[in-house]
């Protein structure tokens, strides 16, 4: 705890000493009579003073809270010796707003007294923080000393980011071994009808096809797709990002991933994720409730690094891309360093589909004429490399914040109704 | 008179000028330019003991702790029970104020000068400053 005098009880006192002095120089004693409250206000003030003795605590409502959600923060303060002017400030990092409740707050705390300070938080922003470090400034009656501390009582408060509209999931085009929600290629158990076979021993009656067996004369027996589940990877480009206002591209990238990995992990997929950029970060594919949670917490320490080192996908540890997976990638299509990875990967058969996250309502509009120029050749650009990816059999779906993740999706899932895609 | 004049404007302008820049020291030359005023008003108007002078000691008192409490960030965030008694704490200091002085005046009116008298005044002023500067300092 630091004491400070304040500048007021230096105005005070030399305002008391000239009003004496010049009382006492002008044989005015008037003067004495302005002067001597300026004194005497001071010397009271500083003997009532005690150093205040105030116990502080933090509560947050809940842990965890959804992007845009409210919670309370409870400041319990307990004084054993109390200050008659008590300023508490909480440290909001940035992406917690207060809503409801003044920060700081200025109170009147007595001896043996309890209070509670309640403010209404909102999580505008989703990330990692932690919440609870206190600032205090006590002041004696007139404010002629303060005593400053501050008390660390923080606790973990995860924002996640909220979930996205989705319809219908991209469908993968390979599926894996354990049973799931895909009508895979191969036959075995399930609900979708495949072909006829003849009967061999060992098949259930159940499966006998009596329309088919009467009109042939032999058994037959129907055929069914299995229902297999699907490894899905989602890849976050983490080079660079398009902001502006408080909102960035990486914030789109993150809530279509939160929304997707839930949805996949609902169909029982095994669902990982690869942060790809300045700095790496991967979550191997698992299934389950606790990889959601997995997931989820380590999407939300997702950060742009800045980084010119040239990084190609050999740097991803081999068990992160699984044979067979379905990659999505959430990208600006800012960097050449992701792009580039990103063909690598089509080019080694994985099943890639690019959701571009586009980087457009966050550009000022191009003033001037070499302005207006530029901005059409970088679109040039980008649409050329959009080009790249359709002939490379990769489907393309543009979003942005003024539309559906479902509608991106769509338009992927169109493409490969439409488009011929080749698995080398 | 218009030197009263000027020097009160004067005072009460960079009193005006410290609340806008926010700097507590400018404040209190302003105060002390206003003390001034009342000073040079009293040595060019001569005579008796001015019976006004505590309400200017009530008044300017009112007038410091107004302008510092604005200075340090005013009430806002307070809730309210700091206002009351923030209020009622310059009300008391105020009406203390007052009384103080009407209480100086009528001691200063009913003595009679003298060097002893003086000199008790200056250790008096000396006293009182060391007062508040011990107090400030323990």
């Given at each position: ?79 054993e010796t109390g200050a008659a002017r008590l300023e508490v400030l909480l440290e909001l990092p ?299 059999g990769v489907p393309i779906a543009v979003w942005n914040d003024e539309r559906a993740l479902a ?17 080398a | 008179m218009l030197f009263v004049a000027l020097v009160g404007i004067a005072g009460w302008l ?125």
């Open positions: 705890m630091t004491r400070t005098l304040s500048p007021k009880l230096v105005a005070y006192v030399g305002l008391a000493a000239v009003g004496l002095v010049a009382a006492l120089a002008l044989r005015l004693q008037e003067l004495v009579v302005v002067a001597a409250p300026f004194a005497l206000l001071p010397a009271v003030s500083l003997l009532l003073a005690r150093s205040p003795r105030i116990e502080t605590d933090v509560e947050l409502e809940r842990e965890r809270a959804l992007e845009g959600e409210e919670l309370e923060a409870r400041v319990a303060l307990t004084a940035r992406g917690i707003g207060v809503t409801d409740g003044h920060d700081p707050a200025s109170i009147s705390i007595g001896h043996d007294d309890r209070r509670d300070l309640r403010l209404r938080l909102c999580c505008e922003r989703w990330g990692g923080y932690r919440v609870g470090r206190v600032f205090l400034r006590a002041h004696d009656r007139f404010g002629f000393v303060a005593w400053e501390w501050e008390v660390d009582r923080r606790s973990p408060l995860k924002v996640y980011p909220r979930e996205e509209f989705i319809r219908d999931l991209l469908r993968p085009l390979e599926t894996q071994v354990f049973s799931g929600h895909h009508v895979s290629r191969q036959r075995g158990e399930g609900i979708e009808f495949a072909d006829l076979r003849l009967f061999v021993p060992g098949d259930h009656v159940r499966h006998v096809n009596w329309r088919a067996t009467a009109r042939r004369g032999d058994l037959w027996v129907n055929e069914q797709h299995a229902e297999r589940n699907a490894d899905v990877l989602l890849f976050m480009d983490t080079f660079s990002e398009a902001s502006r206002e408080g909102r960035s591209t990486l914030d789109l990238a993150l809530r279509a991933a939160a929304s997707l990995i839930g949805r996949y992990l609902q169909q029982k997929d095994r669902v990982g994720f690869v942060t790809f950029g300045g700095m790496l970060n991967w979550m191997l594919p698992a299934t389950g409730t606790i990889q959601l949670y997995r997931l989820v917490d380590s999407l939300i320490d997702t950060q742009i690094v800045l980084n010119y080192a040239w990084r190609d996908i050999d740097v991803l540890p081999r068990r992160t891309l699984p044979p067979k997976a379905m990659v999505i990638a959430l990208t600006p299509l800012l960097d050449d360093r992701a792009a580039g990875a990103l063909l690598d990967l089509r080019a080694r058969g994985f099943d890639l589909v690019v959701v571009e996250i586009s980087p457009q309502p966050f550009m000022p509009a191009p003033s001037g004429e070499v302005s207006s120029v530029a901005r059409r050749v970088w679109d040039l650009r980008r649409e050329a490399l959009r080009v790249r990816f359709q002939e490379a509608e991106g999706l769509e338009e992927v899932t169109t493409f490969r109704r439409r488009g011929r895609v080749v698995v | 960079l009193a005006g000028l410290a609340l806008l820049i926010r700097r507590p020291l400018l404040l209190a030359w302003g105060l002390a330019g206003v003390g001034a005023e009342y000073a040079t008003f009293l040595r060019l108007r001569g005579g008796s003991v001015d019976s006004r002078a505590a309400l200017v000691a009530a008044v300017l008192l009112l007038a410091a702790e107004l302008a510092f409490l604005s200075l340090a960030g005013g009430l806002a965030g307070a809730d309210k029970g700091l206002i009351v008694r923030t209020a009622g704490g310059i009300a008391a200091a105020v009406a203390s104020a007052a009384l103080l002085a009407d209480l100086l005046l009528v001691v200063s009116g009913s003595a009679s000068a003298g060097l002893a008298l003086e000199a008790i005044g200056v250790g008096a002023a000396v006293c009182a400053v060391a007062i508040v500067v011990r107090l400030a300092a323990r």
